[in-house]
């Protein structure tokens, strides 16, 4: 697939206002000359070009190429320039919007040249060469209220994570993997886009070492750590390159039309919530302060050696205009190697990177100048603190809120507010904007002893030293604007207390974690059976539509606070997009041919959630089954690892991507991150990935992915609390950790290859989707539909199943107890239904009992059936019972009366109810004698007597259920919910079998009431066999088979999994399987009457073998099977002479249980089958039938 459009220059809008649709691709150059070249797969397409001059400096080629094939007759791009954004627009000859999945995404550029050459300007007035533009605000936080966005504005670019570099002519912008594709899709010509992490691209403070010699680095003080700028600092003056600092933001001079500071209100959080008051906390981080161990450089000894006084550099700026000038400029501590700025550099950590530190709560007391303490010691010298007492300065906001129990609302989705804190021994300052404040705020302020200062107030408070004397300990990522106010010796960088003991979360948060993930699951479950409802009727809905209704599903839940992030809503190719976000009018519409990728939280009083989940509405291909589970396959091995106390992070990592890497593939992001309680959805200092290790109460994210460019995306993420486990050893006395999971959302079997996964992590999945629906069915008991989709998805097992999973029984010799005569019969059609209709009316009902949780059997739905005389009291008296594997209860009186006898036994206290897609059979329980044949009579054996039916033409009396026992649960009440024992049950308890088996042959079906077919209890009759019986997993309650279908040298179908049913007549296929089919036979097309495939008769002849491959042993299925027979053309409503097809397309629904295919009485009669209960297995086998011609 093409890449996106880019933007088109406004000379090209003025010349022609309409544009032929494209599909772009901008070269790889920082050339002034930027040139587009298609990159379409179909090379013989044309390309049309055009030239245009777009400004006096630059010129841009711009080539057209189809990306799916050739454009609808009259197709355009109409280009329209709002507000200095070009949005693209597909029309037809008449103006009329074309939607498409590739146009529905339209991607908006902004037209950056006139920002640029402003921006431009103020670098020649301030003698800067290069200003740098960071995503961070003067707090460091990833993300930032609409005010700070300088990066976006300048750049055009939306993603949270990046930086823009722009020299006095060219501009750059840095971006990791999860944001390249959508920076590629958003920034204009102007601009030079490189993908950190891959290949030689290095980050942006290295490429500028080589790029800027002797050049002037400008930047915000406030917009880079303390970190980065001292270490970056160090390696340009090795270089005679110099960093300088504008007395003001250059981008913010330049931008208009800024949004205002948000003056949102400061609210308290409540204990209920946060668990520990902010005293306590307070008094905990004073008591570290008090602790923390001296430095060398802070200790005066009775003789102390000669002081060296380290080098110091000055910054060759000019104070900022709202900073008092620093009186001494910040130490560099020392010169710095190239390789440690990679480590100043923060690598991804889940799609939503935390800020790295590294630290835990614990805080190495290490002190690296203890050689020196003992030099003193031995000369029995004594030292004393030239330093009373430490600070500590907060900069970053989820850090403050946290330690006062403060929230607020000045970032999008995050609870915070702008400010800064101060803390020392025995009291703080907050410097904050009091307008914020309540009455009750301020109040709570006071008791804790914190003063307010105005958020401006903090420059001067610095540098004047107003906070006393002490020195003051600063994070590592601290704006280094704090560092330029103080001197070296009034400042030392160290570990976050205050971050690393957020990071543990305490037992009220803990259950706070659950209660809030079982609400957001009831949201997401809601919505995920609305979604599926909606795209199963056929209705368009985009990404953000869908976005959007999630929203709502979340607005319902308690204490709901907003959301904790954009939602990612992307489906397709926007799906390999790890952070898309859908916009509104420009986003695509839900494709159900690929998956769909949905990334999103709700904030709530106790919680922050962050789940996400991938699924397929259609039928997923082999690739996306294989990525999605070796995905699931690392999100797995994450969930269940068990691990000693001091494992980092870092070393789990590599349990997430093993799968994949088998395979060649990997993800380019970090595998989770920590998260906040009702704070930030991004919180460090430990993650996936990073060497900080994990301890008991660490809350974290697992979300491995896979992204195929410009194809599909997946990513499975849930939320972990770190815990303690109990193991059968313990090692050296390990203490040893593992995982509780918050998240409490299914996950879809679909895309799930089972033969791929082991047997613990098959339980593993069955276990989480089994606890989800028991956590989450309590909850959704208004919500019939939720209810439905949970039981469901808890329940389904993946259609992708192959070889691998099957397991072949190996029977000695074959068992043969008794092989009964069994007869076909015909119903003719009536009332206006056709064969598919009944078939389908068939499906649904076995499908529809599941949710109603009663007996399905199909009765008036069947157009075709095989019945089988059974006698029932002493004397028998016999009935006419249909042969029915999709049901498990028998029970006659539909159309014969029964005659009690001196066996009779009626369970007065009992009744049976049977349910089914268009009618039903109620009445009385009993127990009789019942006969199959003259050595096989069960005595007292359960059924039922029909007192009413619904639906039943009187064609049988009737059914004998040959289902697994579980299909007849709570049809008999009361029972306590038990099922009762079905035929095979009680002839094995009453030892008539040796083996809980059965097989059926069936000839081809020429006229009604002929018997011709057999039923063997016990097991099966080789003498119908002509080849060996192929024996393969049953994975579903009904008889399921796994097979995959050609139809001559074509493949219709790869490895796929469906239903082998005996009241289902016809064999159905996947739409796109019988497009293939049906196009294959030249004038074929559907006949209105029967709703069957007409084939003319010049195509019959033509037909080839459609072969099912089942366990790697093909099946022919010959031409002349293909055909219905000729001879009850009549009794379908069709014409006596035509050729109809037994092959037809499957609808939705039954597509949506997961099923590939239905293979009905079409197949049956062609090749013998045996069901082995004891091991769940069917078996196939070719008999006399399978080449029989009957037309």
């Known amino acids: 697939m093409s890449p996106p459009p880019p933007q088109i220059p406004a000379a090209l809008q003025n010349l022609c206002g309409q544009i032929p649709l494209p599909g772009i691709k901008r070269s790889n150059t920082t050339s002034s000359k930027h040139t587009y070249q298609s990159k379409s797969s179909m090379s013989s397409r044309p390309t049309f070009t055009t030239q245009t001059s777009y400004d006096s400096h630059n010129s841009e080629k711009v080539g057209f190429d189809d990306p799916m094939g050739y454009p609808p007759k009259g197709g355009f791009f109409k280009a329209t320039n709002i507000d200095g954004v070009i949005k693209l627009t597909a029309v037809d000859e008449e103006g009329k919007a074309i939607r498409t999945p590739e146009l529905d995404s339209g991607y908006r550029r902004t037209d950056t040249t006139g920002r640029l050459s402003e921006l431009r300007k103020l670098m020649r007035n301030e003698k800067i060469d290069y200003y740098i533009i960071p995503s961070e605000d003067a707090h460091q936080s ?113 931008w208009k039309d800024r949004p205002s500071k948000s003056c949102a209100p400061i609210y308290i959080h409540d204990m209920r919530y946060a668990g520990e008051h902010a005293a306590s906390k307070l008094d905990r981080l004073r008591i570290w302060l008090k602790e923390y161990p001296v430095p060398a450089a802070d200790l005066k000894y009775s003789s102390p050696p000669r002081p060296s006084s380290p080098a110091r550099d000055r910054p060759t700026s000019k104070p900022l205009p709202d900073l008092p000038p620093p009186s001494r400029a910040p130490s560099r501590q020392s010169s710095m190697r190239k390789d440690s700025l990679s480590r100043q550099n923060s690598t991804s950590s889940g799609p939503h990177p935390p800020t790295r530190t590294p630290s835990r709560s614990g805080i190495s007391r290490k002190n690296s100048t203890s050689s020196r303490e003992n030099f003193h010691r031995d000369r029995g010298e004594t030292a004393v603190r030239l330093i009373p007492h430490y600070s500590t300065f907060v900069s970053n906001l989820s850090c403050i809120a946290w330690l006062l129990n403060l929230r607020g609302g000045d970032v999008m989705c995050n609870p915070l507010f702008h400010a800064y804190l101060w803390v020392g021994v025995d009291k703080a300052t907050l410097f904050v904007d009091a307008r914020k404040l309540s009455d009750e705020v301020k109040r709570y302020l006071r008791e804790l002893k914190i003063s307010v200062k105005e958020v401006s107030d903090v420059w001067g408070y610095l540098r004047k030293r107003e906070f006393g004397s002490g020195k003051v300990i600063i994070p590592p990522k601290t704006p280094y604007a704090v560092s330029l106010m103080l001197t070296y010796s009034n400042y030392m960088v160290a570990p976050s207390w205050v971050e690393s003991n957020k990071a543990i979360k305490n037992k009220v948060e803990i259950e706070g974690f659950r209660n809030a993930y079982l609400r957001d699951g009831v949201a997401m479950t809601k919505w995920f059976a609305w979604l599926e409802e909606q795209l199963r009727a056929g209705n368009t809905i985009t990404e953000w539509e869908a976005a959007e209704m999630l929203t709502q599903f979340r607005k319902q839940g308690e204490h709901f606070m907003g959301l904790a992030y954009e939602n990612i809503s992307a489906t397709g190719a926007n799906a390999a997009l790890p952070h898309y976000s859908p916009t509104k009018g420009l986003s695509s519409a839900i494709d159900v041919q690929t998956p769909y990728l949905n990334d999103s939280g709700g904030q709530y009083k106790d919680g922050t959630c962050d789940t996400t989940r991938t699924v397929h509405f259609g039928h997923p291909t082999d690739e996306q089954c294989e990525a999605f589970t070796r995905v699931l396959k690392g999100h797995i091995a994450i969930d269940s690892a068990v691990f000693p106390q001091g494992t980092t992070g870092k070393q789990l990592d590599v349990l997430a991507r093993h799968a994949l890497w088998k395979d060649g593939l990997n993800y380019l992001h970090g595998t989770g991150h920590g998260f906040g309680s009702f ?353 393969v997993r049953i994975t579903k309650k009904e008889p399921w088979n796994q097979a995959s279908r050609h139809y001559g040298n074509q493949t219709l179908q790869s490895s796929s999994t469906g239903v082998v049913d005996t009241g289902t007549t016809l064999i159905y296929i996947t739409p796109k399987a019988f497009k293939v089919y049906s196009e294959s036979l030249p004038g074929s097309k559907i006949d209105q009457s029967t709703k069957l495939l007409e084939i003319p008769k010049d195509s019959v002849g033509k037909m080839k073998s459609l072969f099912f491959v089942i366990n790697g042993i093909p099946y022919e299925f010959t031409p002349n099977a293909q055909l219905w027979p000729r001879t009850l053309n009549t009794a379908l409503g069709g014409k006596a002479d035509a050729y109809y097809s037994v092959i037809s397309p499957l609808s939705d629904f039954e597509a949506d249980t997961g099923s590939s295919f239905i293979n009905g009485y079409a197949f049956l009669e062609r090749f013998y089958s045996a069901y082995d209960a004891s091991k769940s297995m069917i078996g196939f086998a070719t008999t006399s039938s399978t080449t029989a011609e009957i037309n």
């Open 679 to 1031: 704070l930030s959805v991004h919180e460090g200092p430990h993650g996936f990935g990073i060497d900080v290790p994990l301890e008991v109460g660490h809350v974290i994210t697992n979300e491995p992915g896979f992204y195929k460019e410009g194809s599909f995306g997946v990513r499975i993420e849930s939320a972990l609390v770190v815990r303690r486990v109990e193991t059968k050893g313990q090692f050296g006395g390990d203490i040893w950790l593992g995982f509780e999971r918050f998240t409490c959302v299914p996950i879809q079997t679909r895309m799930v290859k089972m033969e791929l996964l082991t047997k613990d992590e098959r339980r593993w999945l069955k276990e989480h989707n089994r606890k989800c629906k028991d956590l989450l069915a309590p909850l959704l008991e208004d919500d019939a539909r939720a209810l439905r989709w949970i039981r469901r998805e808890s329940t389904r097992t993946s259609p992708q199943q192959t070889s691998a999973v099957v397991q072949v029984l190996a029977h000695d010799a074959p068992v043969q107890i008794d092989s009964l005569p069994i007869s076909a019969n015909f119903k003719p059609l009536k009332g206006g239904s056709t064969l598919v209709d009944r078939d389908r009316a068939r499906f649904r009902s076995l499908f529809t009992r599941h949710e109603k949780r009663a007996q399905s059997v199909g009765l008036k739905n069947t157009a075709v059936h095989y019945t089988l005389n059974v006698g029932f009291g002493s004397p028998p008296t016999y009935y006419e019972l249909l042969i029915d594997t999709g049901s498990a209860y028998t029970w006659i009186g539909a159309a014969k009366k029964y005659f009690e006898t001196k066996t009779s036994i009626r369970q007065t206290n009992q009744s049976f109810y049977a349910a089914y897609g268009s009618g039903s059979a109620v009445g009385a329980h009993y127990k009789d004698q019942v006969t199959l044949s003259p050595s096989l009579v069960i005595s007292n054996k359960s059924f039922g007597v029909a007192s009413s039916t619904d639906g039943v033409d009187g064609s049988f009396d009737g059914i004998l259920g040959l289902g697994p026992t579980g299909l007849g649960k709570n049809v008999v009440t009361p029972n306590n919910g038990k099922p009762v024992p079905t035929i095979m049950d009680a002839l094995l308890a009453q030892k008539k079998i040796e083996h809980n088996m059965f097989g059926i042959s069936f000839t081809p079906t020429k006229s009604r009431g002929t018997i011709d077919g057999e039923l063997t209890f016990g097991g099966y009759n080789a003498q119908k066999l002509t080849g060996k019986l192929n024996w």
């Open 142 to 254: 990833e993300y930032v209220a609409a005010s700070d966005r300088r990066r976006e504005y300048i750049s055009g670019f939306t993603g949270s994570a990046g930086t823009a570099i722009v020299s006095l002519n060219n501009a750059y912008l840095f971006t990791d993997s999860r944001y390249y594709i959508q920076a590629e899709r958003e920034i204009d010509r102007n601009w030079s886009l490189f993908k950190v992490g891959s290949g030689e691209v290095k980050p942006w403070n290295e490429w500028i070492l080589n790029r800027a010699r002797g050049a002037a680095i400008g930047i915000d003080s406030r917009l880079i750590a303390h970190d980065t700028a001292t270490a970056l600092t160090s390696a340009l003056k090795l270089r005679g390159m110099r960093m300088a600092y504008p007395q003001r933001n250059l981008v913010d001079q330049i």
